[in-house]
């Protein structure tokens, strides 16, 4: 590829970003999209903009980038949480060691690389972007000591950089802990694995095993039914059932009489409501209803439940412990907060577990094979002789030198992307297949699972699709893949500068437009008239950026040595993602549940094997060009980056499987000394509800008083109406016979309003 076709692609990509940012600072202003731009902020403090015209609604600004960059680590804490400031954090991270990256190889090593070679230069836009790699430098050259020196550099910075944020992150979460108000996931713990007995319930093993092995700190527990889809509607079948026959199991007063209501739909009349006396109503439930509306616990308990202790340090306890001598059976584990309960897996047989993860690991294999065929298809459009060999009938087309540049330098990247959008909905459906039992667990799941994807199709595919294709014994032998590598990474630099273009800046804008929210925003409000739900609002889509970021960061460590130029684009991306994505974070996204920045694990990983594989590929590239001096010092830099890495998971990772106890202990003290340990208590018995949505709803009858047949309509309806303002000051409820049961209380409002509009009419008063 060109220099001419590289910049083709980031004109075009420049112009889109320019375009979407224009557009944003617009379209955000408008009073429309406010539920689609300021999503958390209208959900949670209910603020309004001015409907108003104001001509400064339609000139772009670039205010929103001021507040971004300007709001604290503590406004985003308390915002979006501890998530979002791991996130914070990683783009943080970025942004410094790619500056410093940046600032030595494309002043160091990008003219090195230049001029390695004695040969003629032509125009720079006229030349080759391999000649910017490290292949152009001639073999046994002496400035092959820099690159290695500069190698060192990067990765010392990196692991200095990654172990203060590493740090950082974790006493954040400890601050966190113990500034937070106590919630109920603290003193609770899920068991799974419930051995069944035959005659007793599994309630009762639960309270007879804890009572037994935990009788200073177990208080009571909380059994999970089933709730699968099914489930869930046979529940549903039954409760519609109970309520049919108490109903229609009550007698009805004969002195009682029908009124007749007018709709304010259509305007008819109807008598179908019929008023039943509340005496005979809570007679009638107490009697037919009270034992139906227990469940059926015997046929739909399942072997999990819910235990709850007196203070944290007992539920950690439970929670760490082996139970019993089989390690299946009563397995305990700490419970996710009540907003982060993941139901429809809970209930799911733990013996069953380990083959839903054995399935979900080959089906996600399997995909990553199938997705060979468009990487591959792809990598042929980067290759113009290949293509033209493949696709005779394109010879035309592409001696026209635009677009040349246009199939070489972005059609690749851009069709790539296309497929990708397709992963991360497949990685979350195969996390959802395993069994978490938290939304976030599911989460940083697929947040993994794309990960990975991203590395292997993304990094090794596209290095190495165009060698296995001409040389099928490309990984023949296990020492051979750091000198294969060294060959096709260089070469591969150009599309990895142009995915960044496409895939970076480009959707970075997108991620700012919200495209997909602003269509379904126009179609729902403009096309379908639907009622705005201000309690929709998105959550922060980590299983898709945090790998992204990523992926960016590995091009960015494994090119910096050998192809320096795309690290300006990378730092491009890497600012404009930082301010974009506190925006997002500040103002659409909504926080429902964290996972107490458990990420910054994932992307602490990811760095020391980025750093790694970086040095093993330039370890093969030192060996190609003969430079022993460059190869043996690059060996001790690998061996001491894995020690690196081996003493941050003994120092800072535990920090992140647990609570340390001597903290909850002295939150214990605490909340015992205030006197909020009863609170707490009290607040354990509804913190897990597994049915909120199929609850029994109670009814409140009308009682009418019956004076005589021949009063009008009129008084009957003036008399109900005082008798029910009487004895029913609240909030009253209409029973339909044909709804069986539902409350109708905005159709009673709405007849009340249109009646009192008619009688201000009469009056003359409206």
């Avoid at 692609?9 to 009073?31: D, E, H, M, T, W």
């Avoid at 309690?535 to 922060?540: C, G, K, L, M, R």
């Amino acid at each position: 590829m060109k220099i001419s076709a590289l910049l083709t692609s980031a004109g075009i990509n420049i112009g889109l970003c320019v375009l979407f940012l224009s557009l944003y600072s617009v379209l955000r202003k408008q009073p429309a999209n406010i539920r689609v731009y300021f999503g958390r902020r209208v959900a949670e403090d209910h603020n309004r903009l001015r409907e108003a015209f104001i001509l400064e609604r339609f000139v772009p600004s670039a205010g929103w980038i001021v507040k971004a960059v300007q709001c604290t680590e503590e406004d985003l804490l308390a915002a979006a949480g501890l998530d979002a400031v791991a996130f914070n954090r990683l783009l943080v991270f970025s942004i410094r060691i790619f500056s410093l990256a940046a600032l030595l190889c494309v002043f160091g090593i990008l003219p090195l690389n230049y001029f390695g070679q004695n040969i003629h230069h032509h125009r720079i836009p006229s030349e080759q972007l391999d000649i910017f790699t490290i292949g152009n430098v001639e073999v046994q050259s002496r400035w092959l000591w820099v690159h290695c020196l500069v190698l060192y550099i990067i990765s010392g910075v990196a692991c200095i950089l990654l172990y203060l944020e590493y740090r950082h992150i974790a006493k954040l979460r400890l601050l966190h802990l113990k500034r937070a108000t106590p919630s109920p996931g603290q003193f609770t713990v899920l068991v799974r694995g419930i051995p069944k007995k035959t005659k007793e319930s599994c309630s009762s093993d639960v309270d007879d095993f804890f009572t037994k092995c935990h009788a200073s700190s177990y208080i009571f527990h909380q059994v999970v039914y089933k709730a699968g889809k099914v489930q869930k509607i046979m529940t549903g079948a039954k409760k519609a059932c109970r309520k049919l026959k108490i109903f229609t199991d009550t007698t009805v007063d004969q002195s009682c009489k029908a009124i007749t209501y007018r709709c304010c739909l259509c305007g008819a009349s109807s008598n179908s409501f019929q008023l039943l006396p509340t005496d005979e109503v809570v007679q009638s439930r107490e009697k037919d209803g009270l034992n139906d509306s227990i469940l059926n616990t015997d046929n739909e308990e399942c072997a999990a439940a819910f235990v709850f202790f007196k203070t944290r340090y007992g539920a950690l306890v439970a929670s760490e412990v082996l139970q019993t001598s089989n390690p299946t059976k009563w397995v305990t584990d700490q419970a996710p907060e009540p907003n982060d309960v993941y139901w429809s897996n809970i209930w799911l047989p733990y013996k069953q577990l380990w083959i839903r993860r054995i399935a979900t690991l080959l089906g996600s294999i399997v995909f990553m094979i199938l997705f060979l065929a468009p990487v591959a298809f792809i990598q042929g459009l980067t290759e113009l002789e290949h293509l033209q060999r493949k696709l005779p009938f394109l010879n035309g087309l592409l001696t026209k030198k635009y677009m040349i540049q246009l199939v070489t330098g972005y059609l690749p990247s851009v069709i790539l992307q296309i497929f990708l959008y397709t992963v991360p909905p497949i990685m979350m459906l195969f996390s959802t297949l395993e069994g978490p039992i938290s939304h976030s667990e599911r989460k940083r799941s697929a947040c993994c699972k794309v990960l990975y994807f991203y590395i292997w199709n993304v990094f090794f595919v596209n290095v190495v699709s165009g060698t296995v294709i001409k040389q099928l014994n490309f990984f023949s032998s296990p020492k051979d893949i750091p000198v294969q590598l060294a060959k096709v990474i260089p070469g591969q630099a150009t599309f990895f500068v142009t995915y960044v273009l496409t895939s970076g800046w480009a959707s970075l804008s997108s991620e700012l437009m919200q495209l997909f929210g602003l269509i379904w925003n126009f179609i729902r409000k403009y096309i379908l008239r639907m009622k705005e739900d201000t309690e929709f609002v998105p959550s922060f889509p980590y299983h898709t950026e945090v790998p992204k970021v990523l992926l960016f960061g590995l091009l960015g460590f494994t090119c910096s040595v050998l192809a320096p130029l795309i690290l300006p684009f990378l730092l491009v991306y890497f600012f404009l993602g930082y301010v974009v994505y506190r925006n997002q974070l500040l103002n659409v996204y909504r926080t429902r549940y964290d996972t107490g920045g458990l990420y910054w694990p994932i992307a602490h990983n990811t760095v020391i094997f980025s750093l790694v594989l970086t040095q093993i590929i330039c370890l093969g590239v030192f060996g190609l060009k003969e430079s022993p001096v460059a190869a043996g010092f690059t060996i001790p830099l690998i061996i001491l980056t894995l020690l690196f890495n081996q003493y941050c998971r003994k120092r800072l990772v535990p920090l992140f499987k647990t609570f340390p106890a001597q903290d909850l202990i002295d939150m214990d003290r605490e909340d015992e000394r205030s006197g909020r340990m009863e609170h707490i208590h009290h607040r354990l018995h509804t913190a897990y509800c597994q049915f909120p949505d199929t609850e029994d709803i109670e009814l409140e009858k009308i009682q009418i008083d019956g004076n005589g047949e021949k009063e009008s309509c009129s008084s009957a309806e003036s008399k109900g109406k005082e008798t029910r303002e009487e004895q029913q000051p609240g909030r009253d409820e209409l029973s339909h016979p044909t709804l069986k049961g539902l409350p109708v209380s905005r159709l009673q409002n709405a007849v009340r309003s249109i009646t009192f509009l008619i009688r201000l009419q009469k009056r003359g008063l409206s």
